[in-house]
């Protein structure tokens, strides 16, 4: 087996979520073009029920899975590496089953009673086999990214994303004749082929492995009496991670409620506050976390990463550990969340054609910066066997978002602005918990040397960015300009980071292909 270095394992999953991320867009709107927003509701209808089956099923084992798989490694125990295996397939197949089912029976009275469109029965019966597939994929993906590579996860995710793309436009247009429900049926059984062939990668990938066989000939009971130890851990982290994602599918959930109750006090009417929410949520939130797939991979790569190094007793891996993490979320989210503010009225009048959607993003924009940090934060958390705290911690801001909420926004003076500072207070509350309570655990702190350097060449590149754009937008395209903005900004933000030292040679050496090649270039200069 392949491993990669923490820093290039990252990069690996970072390229990957941007290729797989591209060409999601491309085919939503594809998608969109051919079943129409009334087809597109009925598909997305039926996402909050699947997410929230799908954390249900998988139990959060790929986060149980990597973290001892490394721990294992670390102690060369090749036999407790089988026994993870063994058991976390073990749950996830009696999961998958059962919910499974319940999504396959219940999809008629969620559609009707739940949904209030019973044409949704379609698409959550069409979607309902991806449970079992995705349940596996978690399971596998999870070993491979405790045995440190990252290349199998990378790999099937565009793999499933390349054939989604496919299978889904080709499923909807076949079945828009039908009507629209079936069509975007199509759709999800697009999706499953595509997670089906993800799976199909990863499988590939595993067979290759040098691992006994993992299921002798035992009963189900003899297997969960053998591995009763492996059992218990994979519970210790697994229930709090869960739970935290039961927090965030049901925050989603209560969410629009609280915002509509809310601002009908604050005497805004309904139709105006389900147009507002449609513009937060549907608008303005999605590029806010656009960037998040980059903070995503540094947390997969984490949680085996530092859970090795606890392992090895080696506190000083971990704080490298976390530090590289945490410098890495620092140098990429500062120009996210700077482009984001610099460029919010443009982008939103571009993309939506609506000047609200930019107030509301330029609101948000620089708490993001907070948002970004979060996935790392907390996968550092559960590598050190401290998910429970995360789970506390993402509760803690679930709550407070809900009350701010009501507080806020049923004030006339704060109204739509009221909810997006609850998001902010949110935001702010569950990164400042994670980072002090791995700060209490592990007695690290940020170095404010590094900050202040990323900081004023964020500052310098986005004044950059904002008056080339406003000079170029004279003479071509407002969309070109933007582009071309923003290209400037990344270079000038790239050769401050490398002339103030942020990034050395090591750093760039460590970029997968032109990494080695710049690096020499760099050297010469």
Known sequence: M????????????????????????????????????????LYQMAVPTLILIISLATFGLNVSVSKLVAEADARGESGKVRSILQISLVIVSILSLIFTAVMTIGASIISRYFLTDERAFYPLIAIAPIVP???????????????????????SQVVEQIVRMFTVIILASWLMPRGVEYAAAGAMVGVVIGEGCGMLSL????????????????????????????????????????????????????????????LMIAG???????????????????????????????????????????????????????????????????????????FAEPLASLLYHDEKVGHFLKLMA????????????????????????????TIIGALLKTAAIFL???????????????????????????????????GFTVEIKDLLKVIVSVVLASYAALHMTRHWSHVMEL???????????????????????????????????????????????
Not at 10 to 33: E, W
């Open 366 to 393: 620089p708490y993001s910066i907070f948002l970004y940090f979060q996935a790392p934060l907390q996968a550092a958390l559960q590598g050190l066997d401290y998910a429970g705290v995360a789970m506390r911690n």
């Open 408 to 442: 806020l926004a049923s004030r006339p003076e704060f109204g739509f602005d009221g909810v997006v500072l609850s998001v902010n207070i949110s935001i702010l509350s569950v990164t400042l918990l994670h980072f002090f309570s791995l700060s209490k655990v592990t």
């Open 133 to 155: 597939l995705v349940a596996v994929s978690s399971v596998l993906r999870g070993y491979f990214q405790g045995k440190q590579n990252m290349v199998p996860t990378a790999s």
């Open 268 to 342: 805004i009417s309904a139709s105006a506050a389900t147009s507002f929410y449609g513009q937060l949520a549907g608008m303005a939130i999605p590029l806010l976390i656009f960037p998040t797939f980059i903070t995503y991979s540094l947390s997969v790569s984490l949680v085996p990463a530092v859970a090795k190094a606890a392992a090895q007793k080696n506190d000083q891996l971990i704080h490298r550990r976390i530090y590289q993490s945490i410098r890495l979320a620092l140098v990429i989210s500062a120009p996210c969340a700077a482009l984001l503010y610099v």
């Open 2 to 41: 392949t491993k990669q270095t923490f820093i290039k394992g990252t990069i690996i999953l970072v390229l990957a979520g941007l290729i797989v991320k591209v060409l999601g867009f491309i085919n939503r709107i594809m998608l969109a073009r051919i079943i129409g927003a009334e087809g597109l509701g």
């Open 203 to 262: 499988l590939l990938q595993f067979r290759r492995q040098r691992l006994p066989r993992i299921f002798q000939q035992r009963s189900l009971s003899e297997t969960l009496e053998r591995n009763r130890g492996t059992f218990r851990s994979l519970l210790d982290i697994s229930v709090p991670v869960t739970t935290s994602r039961i927090v965030s599918s049901l925050t989603f959930f209560i969410e629009p409620i609280i915002v509509a109750q809310s």
């Open 479 to 525: 969309w070109q300009a933007i582009l071309l903005g923003t290209g400037l900004a990344l270079i000038v933000y790239a050769l401050l980071l490398v002339w103030l030292k942020v990034l050395g040679k090591q750093d760039v050496e460590r970029i997968p292909w032109i990494g080695p090649a710049l690096a020499h270039f760099l050297s010469k200069r």
